[in-house]
């Protein structure tokens, strides 16, 4: 199953307990743009419909927890570079935290199921035995 750039956001938003008008609040923009505008945007990220400035993903990153490099790789992905080879690696299909970036409580993947980790099956977040989410580790090929 493929996750995208825009719904990783969206779960570790969700995740962190934040709504989008939550989030808007904790950035400002140049020009300056109306919060509801902010949050109307985010949205509009979560969805893949626009792109997602560094600037932006940093002061997100300050909002709520998740890992670059994986908002990264799956940006490549998405963009699909065929000069990238991919390994890959689980993230858990109801908050989409992974090895790299797990949930702030701590958790682990539940055994025989590595699509979902044990704070979202403690809290009755998702069943297991459901798709496991792969997310590309990307490497250049050698020329």
Known sequence: MALTPGQYLRKRREAAGLSLDDVALCFETVPPIAAAARAEWLGLVEADAVP????IADALHDAFPFD??????????????PDNIAFGYAVCRSCACSELD???EGCSWVPGDTGLCT?????????????TIIVATLAKVAA
């Open 68 to 81: 670059p490099r994986v908002l990264a790789e799956l940006a490549y992905r998405l963009a699909d570079d």
């Open 102 to 104: 797990p949930c702030g």
């Open 52 to 55: 997602l400035p560094a600037g």
């Open 119 to 131: 704070r979202c099956r403690d809290r009755g977040l998702g069943a297991p035995g459901g798709d």
